[in-house]
């Protein structure tokens, strides 16, 4: 049986000596692992198709006793636009693939979620220099799409992390989000423009630590650090 779908390449890993093992975020399968072959064709390298945050797409065989599927024809999904080949641009695509290849989960179609990526790396694509800020709104409104958006309205003071809602009084455990941390999460949904680089970093680890919270997974990200010396 074949399928044919768009998807965006969360990570790959090299299998044998000319093949690759991509994880595929597809329009319509949700998450979904392909198996390709290198070309030695210089200009159709199929390696350079499954980079962090590619527009692909693809039709391949789906196998009925494996959860990896091969590659029959794969292209660029053109409608999304090339990534520009910046510093800025390819550390977002970068750790945006780390966060995504670790909280997305599901081995079945989830449209909303293809369709909020899908949009976010196209407005990526196009703006010729990205937000400095880009990477924490793509965080938040992952949020919904995860269903794990806090719940923080003007009468709550704290956060709970572990209860994933508001509160007016300190949780009895030390995991939530202080009175200013809570100030700043709302700066950051409502005027993120205005954050300074100290605010985007102590905001992103706050981000990190509600997902790791509730997802689990993301205590280590490689390419944080890189993210960070460019944006802050």
């Not at 923080?152 to 508001?166: C, M, S």
């Given at each position: 049986?074949?399928?044919?779908?768009?998807?965006?390449?969360?990570?790959?890993?090299?299998?044998?000596?000319?093949?690759?093992?991509?994880?595929?975020?597809?329009?319509?399968?949700?998450?979904?692992?392909?198996?390709?072959?290198?070309?030695?064709?210089?200009?159709?390298?199929?390696?350079?198709?499954?980079?962090?945050?590619?527009?692909?797409?693809?039709?391949?065989?789906?196998?009925?006793?494996?959860?990896?599927?091969?590659?029959?024809?794969?292209?660029?999904?053109?409608?999304?636009?090339?990534?520009?080949?910046?510093?800025?641009?390819?550390?977002?695509?970068?750790?945006?693939?780390?966060?995504?290849?670790?909280?997305?989960?599901?081995?079945?179609?989830?449209?909303?979620?293809?369709?909020?990526?899908?949009?976010?790396?196209?407005h990526l694509n196009t703006e010729s220099a990205p937000s400095s800020s880009f990477h924490i709104t793509f965080l938040m409104g992952l949020m919904d799409m995860l269903g794990i958006q806090p719940l923080i309205t003007h009468e709550h003071t704290y956060f709970d992390l572990?209860?994933?809602?508001?509160?007016?009084?300190?949780?009895?455990?030390?995991?939530?989000?202080?009175?200013?941390?809570?100030?700043?999460?709302?700066?950051?949904?409502?005027?993120?423009?205005?954050?300074?680089?100290?605010?985007?970093?102590?905001?992103?680890?706050?981000?990190?630590?509600?997902?790791?919270?509730?997802?689990?997974?993301?205590?280590?990200?490689?390419?944080?650090?890189?993210?960070?010396?460019?944006?802050?």
């Amino acid at each position: 049986m074949l399928l044919q779908s768009k998807g965006v390449v969360l990570q790959s890993f090299k299998y044998g000596e000319n093949s690759l093992i991509s994880r595929v975020l597809s329009e319509e399968k949700g998450l979904i692992s392909l198996l390709s072959n290198k070309t030695k064709r210089k200009k159709n390298k199929q390696g350079n198709f499954f980079q962090p945050l590619s527009a692909i797409e693809f039709v391949c065989y789906l196998s009925s006793k494996s959860n990896i599927h091969r590659v029959k024809e794969l292209t660029y999904n053109n409608s999304i636009g090339s990534s520009p080949d910046n510093v800025s641009v390819n550390a977002i695509r970068f750790f945006l693939a780390e966060v995504l290849s670790k909280v997305i989960k599901e081995e079945e179609q989830n449209f909303h979620l293809y369709k909020y990526v899908e949009e976010k790396l196209r407005h990526l694509n196009t703006e010729s220099a990205p937000s400095s800020s880009f990477h924490i709104t793509f965080l938040m409104g992952l949020m919904d799409m995860l269903g794990i958006q806090p719940l923080i309205t003007h009468e709550h003071t704290y956060f709970d992390l572990e209860q994933g809602e508001g509160c007016a009084t300190k949780p009895n455990h030390p995991n939530f989000f202080t009175q200013d941390e809570v100030q700043l999460y709302k700066t950051g949904q409502d005027t993120p423009e205005k954050l300074l680089k100290i605010e985007r970093s102590r905001l992103l680890n706050i981000i990190i630590n509600y997902y790791n919270t509730q997802l689990g997974g993301l205590a280590n990200l490689k390419s944080k650090a890189v993210l960070e010396v460019v944006f802050g």
